[in-house]
């Protein structure tokens, strides 16, 4: 693919967070854009104003010769009526992720990987870099305020993207620079086991073979210590001495965190952010590290970090009146364990009630012992049912209710209640809540609808 020569695009399914993205890169480079999707939703409105076609019935007439090139989210199955049509008329089909692949060889690329923390330093670092004025392009798979929701139109020749590794999605892509923020089990509907993910990594890794390629690595990650290093130009971050960025005199304070960051053996001074948990300061460390190796001014650096206020779904405040709000994506254990010990230290004294999602019945089965531990540190936890997904659950038979009555069966004394749906998980939330309480959404399904109704 060189985009160079495409003039009319056809995405299927360009609702979706990061497709959307994807759309808006196309239109910034003149190329015409329609699309279709199955409901009508903040994303697709906005990318309406900006003038691109959608249809909100998926049909194999809305695909016409015109198009030099079919993208489809996956969520959109092979045999949907319009890559139907477009396989019948010949227009070159691509995926989301392989678009990103192509991208990623177009542009210098910076790709943010890992389990966790992608959309959050992808945005840190983005911040960053404008900032700086070194003007990159940015496709994020969440909306931030110095975005174009979730998308940058850089004129630099720098392109900073998430790099999701489900289905090994990652190694579609070619990039300069490798983020590599932590490795965990997880997407075992795909991988067999957490070596099956360490050896993904490693082939991922493995592309960087350039003495101009960069590879920015977690050094206290225990799984990314087992991966062979390529000879690139490698530069270690983390909370434990010894690395080439590492964070000294980490204070925790209520609405902010404040530590030293050490740069290869230089003390640069204290920097501040406005993000809770360590987890956001490994973020902002794999971000520090990237911006210096590109000579970015250390004030521009701490300036940026500091007026970081989060991104969408990622410990986002919706209400803070009564009580606090708080909205988070987190669907892993590791994830859901760290975020409440983050509200514990930025909402010190306050009772933490958890209304947690699970998300995709395969995942649940996997990890039931790791996210029967996760809710240790909250009062009260409301499990609504699982959040099915399309096309990934195989029959798999748990219940949130499974997960339930194994926490009580562990702790009788935590106050742990079911609910069928969201709605019940309203009322529940309603009649339990009281004056100052932090109540936190957490889920990667439509758990999130459920924060600003509360």
């Known amino acids: ?3 160079d020569n495409i003039k009319k695009v056809y995405i299927s399914g360009i609702g979706g967070i990061g497709v959307s993205a994807v759309a808006r890169y196309f239109n910034c480079h003149g190329v015409e854009v329609v699309g279709s999707d199955v409901e009508k939703s903040e994303i697709t409105e906005a990318l309406e104003k900006l003038g691109i076609k959608i249809y909100y019935e998926q049909k194999a007439e809305n695909v016409t010769y015109a198009c030099d090139l079919f ?7 092979n045999d949907n009526p319009e890559r139907i049509k477009a396989k019948e008329q010949g227009i070159t089909q691509k995926s989301y992720f392989e678009v990103l692949g192509e991208l990623s060889r177009e542009n210098k690329t910076v790709a943010v990987s890992g389990t966790h ?6 945005a840190m670092l983005a911040g960053v870099l404008i900032d700086a004025q070194k003007d990159p392009s940015v496709i994020l798979g969440s909306c931030f305020d110095k975005l174009d929701k979730n998308f940058r139109c850089g004129q630099s020749e720098l392109l900073i993207m998430e790099a999701c590794e489900y289905r090994a999605h990652m190694l579609l892509l070619k990039p ?12 075992l509907d795909f991988y067999k086991d957490i ?6 990594f490693q082939q991922y890794i493995s592309g960087l073979r350039d003495q101009d390629d960069v590879l920015i690595y977690n050094n206290d990650d225990v799984n990314i210590r087992d991966l062979i290093l390529p000879k690139c130009k490698l530069i270690r971050y983390g909370l434990i001495g010894g690395a080439d960025v590492w964070a000294d005199n980490v204070r925790k304070l209520p609405g902010k965190q404040v530590f030293n960051v050490v740069y290869y053996s230089q003390d640069i001074g204290d920097f501040e952010l406005n993000v809770p948990g360590d987890y956001n300061i490994y973020n902002a460390l794999a971000a520090i590290a990237y911006a210096l190796s590109l000579d970015v001014p ?3 650096v701490k300036q940026a970090l500091s007026e970081f206020k989060g991104i969408w779904r990622r410990f986002e405040v919706i209400k803070n009146e009564k009580y606090t709000v708080i909205s988070d994506y987190a669907h892993h254990p590791t994830a859901i364990q760290e975020t409440i010990k983050a509200v514990r230290e930025f909402l010190p004294g306050r009772r933490v009630v958890v209304v ?6 395969d995942r649940t089965k996997k990890l039931f012992d790791d996210f029967v531990k996760s809710f240790d540190l909250a009062d009260v936890v409301i499990v609504p049912e699982i959040y099915d997904v399309a096309g990934r659950e195989e029959g798999q038979s748990i219940s949130s209710k499974d997960l339930v009555e194994k926490i009580k069966q562990n702790d009788p004394k935590k106050q742990i209640e079911y609910a069928e749906d969201l709605m019940e998980a309203r009322v529940k939330v309603k009649s339990i809540i009281q004056d100052e309480d932090v109540v936190l959404v957490m889920g990667a399904g439509d758990i999130y609808k459920l924060a600003s109704e509360i």
């Open 1 to 3: 693919m060189n985009s």
């Open 71 to 77: 993208v489809y989210s996956s969520a959109v199955p």
């Open 117 to 122: 923390g992608k959309s959050t330093t992808t």
């Open 176 to 187: 300069q620079t490798i983020i590599l923020n932590n490795i965990e089990e997880d997407h």
């Open 195 to 200: 070596n099956h993910i360490k050896q993904t």
């Open 298 to 300: 250390i004030g521009k």
């Open 356 to 361: 947690f999602q699970p998300h995709q019945r």
